[in-house]
């Protein structure tokens, strides 16, 4: 069931079942919004880093979505270089 509702959703989106009042308030996340994790999308959070440990940084509060990452993947260069850079400058 849940292998059908990801092809729904890559297929017709995930607003698929929304009414129309419910669309126009309805934004679909991109790879460039605020609530994606940049370093995730770049090669990985540092809160997945020290999980379970002394270290451990907690839960990320931002989006952390793998077809967000293979889209910016697909990208050209160019657009990735400001999230590799604010990744290599921690």
């Not at 990985?44 to 293979?70: M, Q, W």
Request: hydrophobic share 40%; glycine share 4%.
């Amino acid at each position: 069931m849940d292998a059908q509702r990801a092809l729904l959703d890559e297929l017709m989106g995930a607003a698929r079942d929304l009414t129309d009042e419910e669309r126009r308030g309805f934004k679909e996340i991109k790879w460039d919004d605020r609530e994606v994790c940049a370093f995730y999308m770049v090669r990985f959070c540092p809160h997945d880093l020290f999980v379970n440990t002394k270290s451990d940084l907690g839960a990320c509060s931002r989006i952390h979505d793998p077809k967000l990452k293979e889209r910016l993947e697909r990208l050209d260069i160019m657009f990735t270089i400001w999230f590799q850079f604010d990744f290599f400058r921690i």
